[in-house]
């Protein structure tokens, strides 16, 4: 598989098999990704990974977080408060059709709050990663974490493996620091499901659109 393969093939899975992963391929795919660009060669990211007994006690304490009502400070703003076209076209877009796929209109508010709850079960992955950074670092420092958390997952691909990748965790931060054990000087980014995609999950026959070239490039010469 070649880097344009990899690209085309990487999307957002929303089910998992109820396949093991070995931590030692997680491990190993860490240890590549870790040749990510960072600016001054600060290597900002801290990753924990979460599989076998540590998983099913992570699911079980979101199951009873969400049964709860609790609610948290977030840990940041997944959004901007008042998104503007075309963005805010583009998030609507991808959600109606998500629902679309998985049967569930919009009127039927709760059956769609049933489902977002799946993003805190990991939709069924049994592993995951959990990316943290010091609090000192800034904006250049959180897109060296995306270009981070980018390369883990095309090299996942290239592995045979799913992923999602979800800041949705930030809604949780004390819950997730708190069970990972993170110091305080570390702030959590996102969460990321590892495992092998359910074919049979209609969620996963969507292949989101991308805007055209011409809408967000120039040419200048």
Not at 30 to 46: F, I
Not at 96 to 111: C, L, Q, S, T
Not at 151 to 160: D, I, R, T
């Amino acid at each position: 598989m070649n880097v344009s393969e990899a690209m085309a093939a990487r999307r957002s899975v929303r089910g998992f098999l109820d396949m093991a992963v070995d931590p030692a391929l997680i491990a190993a795919l860490l240890e590549k990704t870790a040749r990510a660009p960072s600016g001054g060669n600060l290597q900002p990211w801290h990753v924990d990974v979460v599989t076998g007994d540590a998983m099913v006690r992570l699911k079980a304490l979101m199951r009873e977080r969400l049964a709860s009502g609790a609610s948290e400070q977030h840990a940041y703003d997944i959004y901007p408060a008042n998104l503007t076209a075309p963005y805010r076209d583009r998030r609507f877009a991808i959600g109606e059709a998500m629902y679309a796929h998985i049967g569930i209109p919009r009127e039927d508010k709760a059956a769609r709050r049933q489902w977002f709850a799946r993003n805190f079960q990991f939709f069924g992955a049994p592993a995951a990663i959990f990316c943290t950074v010091d609090r000192q670092m800034g904006p250049p420092q959180w897109s060296d974490l995306g270009m981070f958390l980018q390369s883990f997952m095309l090299l996942a691909v290239e592995a045979g493996l799913a992923t999602c990748p979800q800041e949705c965790w930030a809604v949780y931060p004390e819950t997730v620091t708190g069970f990972l054990g993170t110091p305080a000087e570390r702030m959590l980014f996102c969460g990321v499901a590892i495992g092998h995609e359910d074919p049979d999950q209609p969620a996963n026959r969507l292949y989101s659109a991308r805007a055209p070239l011409e809408e967000w490039a120039r040419f200048l010469d």
